[in-house]
């Protein structure tokens, strides 16, 4: 555990934080670990650490041990239809920090029982080699390996507020974007001043249109570009989930609605497994109940 800690948090004292230990012990015990293997497992500088092959090989078999000990218990207490224990979940920041936190938090009051880790991040945790039990994704799931369960029906919305459209008009195609400032989004090291559009409908529902889009404001937070939109700077692009209660209050309204930007819909992930906790059972059916009767807001 102790290994696993250190190698998934990148440093010893980040690792110490998370076991409430003293970084002195933590070093103490890791160099114990080694010393009784008789390998070093860690390339340590003041920089950086990295895993040596035969530290990649111990990971490797200690994660396998892990779940081989999870599948055990899961097998002995599979009739056992209350949650219990420990459920460890990763998700995106700005859906995990807007409505995976408040989820949890309801969840919390039927199963108080039970404790929740959510670790926000801004790329997706790997869940067999970091130990966590769910994870939220967003879009497109490449990893075959994992169980996934489709929680919230999702796409991207170009929208503005009444008060920006009343000054400078409203966009009618895509082309029309480029006489409007729009509000660049920044994420994931990615450029998004360009946007895709395809027709929903019609021979060219498959066709995408990409607009250089422009504009004086640019930001890395989903969140502060739907505020300037709210604030009548521009036009912005964002996820459903974030602009659903502006769309339904009015202060923001959508644009080009004959137009699509692609699905995004959000997903509760975990390993495939033979029996699948309780605790995993619950939260995800919960996360089901919590979006679909509003639609996903």
Not at 256 to 267: A, I, Q, R, T
């Amino acid at each position: 555990m102790l290994f696993q800690t250190v190698v998934v948090r990148g440093s010893l004292s980040a690792a110490a934080r998370e076991l409430n230990l003293s970084l002195p012990a933590v070093s103490k015990r890791l160099t114990a670990l080694e010393g009784r293997l008789g390998v070093r497992l860690i390339n340590r500088t003041t920089r950086r650490m990295t895993l040596t092959g035969e530290g990649q090989l111990y990971l490797e078999m200690a994660n396998r041990i892990l779940l081989d000990i999870a599948a055990m218990e899961e097998s002995v207490t599979a009739s056992r239809s209350e949650p219990m224990g420990l459920l460890r979940v990763n998700a995106a920041l700005g859906f995990g920090r807007m409505h995976i936190a408040p989820a949890i938090s309801d969840f919390m009051r039927a199963w108080p029982g039970l404790q929740v880790q959510l670790e926000l991040t801004q790329h997706p945790l790997n869940l067999v080699e970091t130990g966590y039990d769910l994870g939220i994704r967003i879009g497109n799931l490449p990893d075959a390996q994992l169980v996934a369960r489709r929680i919230y029906e999702n796409q991207l919305m170009v929208c503005a507020s009444p008060d920006y459209l009343a000054r400078r008009g409203t966009p009618r195609t895509p082309d029309d974007l480029l006489k409007h400032d729009c509000i660049v989004l920044r994420e994931n090291r990615d450029d998004h001043a360009t946007w895709h559009l395809a027709p929903r409908t019609g021979a060219r529902k498959s066709q995408k249109q990409s607009v250089k889009i422009h504009g004086t404001l640019a930001v890395n937070d989903g969140q502060i570009a739907v505020q300037w939109a709210l604030d009548g700077h521009g036009i912005v692009l964002r996820s459903g989930y974030d602009v659903a209660p502006f769309l339904a209050t009015g202060r923001l309204v959508r644009l080009l609605p004959n137009y699509s930007s692609g699905d995004f819909d959000v997903y509760a992930v975990y390993s495939q497994r033979r029996h699948t906790p309780a605790k995993i059972r619950a939260f995800i059916d919960f996360l089901v109940r919590r979006f679909e009767p509003r639609g996903g807001a």
